[in-house]
């Protein structure tokens, strides 16, 4: 059985890949700061107490790992605050860059060794982190640090494709979850276009920024 872990499972795109990654048949570890009710009746095995932008709580989680094997890696956790120039709020933009930049990047490298030739790591990132898409500036907190998660990702995908380990860098549609008040398509929906891709996708993808329907993006 293959072997999946999401970041971010308790909520949102999260828990519907959680949801449907069971029922394609894979072992499904679910990671989170805190569980939720939908997330514990899943019956899948969850840690919680995880927070991706924490070191140590990362290298926690990768002990108590150690030794288990990871097929697919789905780094999803991710904040969204909103900032103008008007409003920049420099410990609000730092706080999403540590958790939507740097959180997919530290999981990443500390779940190596479990990752194998053949594993994928899924990035899910936003097409508001694209320079060439950016039509209407703001929310510089956010941008920022999908941009910057995209260049990690790219780079990623380079330090891994002698090692037969694909990195796919996702966007997820519009969604409506908490991050976006309701507004969008419904996670099933999305979680369901971005398995279809990291299924579809091989190395000849690696290092790709791609919309869940399967659409190139623009860097």
Request: hydrophobic fraction near 20%.
């Given at each position: 059985m293959a072997t999946a872990l999401v970041?971010?499972?308790n909520r949102g795109i999260g828990l519907e890949l959680c949801r449907q990654l069971g029922e394609r048949g894979y072992e499904v570890l679910a990671t989170c700061r805190r569980t939720s009710p939908a997330l514990d009746a899943l019956g899948v095995t969850v840690i919680d107490g995880v927070d991706v932008s924490d070191a140590g709580s990362v290298a926690t989680l990768a002990r108590q790992l150690?030794?288990?094997r990871i097929d697919l890696l789905i780094?999803?956790?991710g904040i969204l605050s909103v900032e103008s120039m008007a409003d920049l709020h420099y410990e609000r933009i730092r706080r999403q860059f540590e958790v939507n930049t740097l959180g997919p990047l530290r999981v990443t490298t500390a779940l190596l060794p479990n990752l194998h030739e053949g594993s994928k790591v899924a990035i899910i990132t936003s097409r508001m982190g694209s320079i060439g898409d950016n039509g209407s500036g703001g929310y510089y907190g956010y941008r920022i640090s999908k941009?910057?998660?995209n260049m990690a990702g790219v780079s990623l995908a380079r330090d891994l494709k002698s090692r037969g380990i694909g990195v796919f860098i996702l966007h997820p549609g519009m969604v409506a979850t908490g991050m976006t008040?309701?507004?969008g398509i419904p996670p099933a929906e999305s979680a369901a276009m971005l398995l279809a891709r990291i299924e579809e996708f091989g190395m000849a993808?690696?290092?790709?920024f791609h919309h869940a329907n399967g659409e190139a993006l623009p860097w």
């Open positions: 970041t971010g499972g150690a030794g288990r780094n999803n956790a941009a910057g998660v008040d309701g507004q993808q690696t290092g790709t």
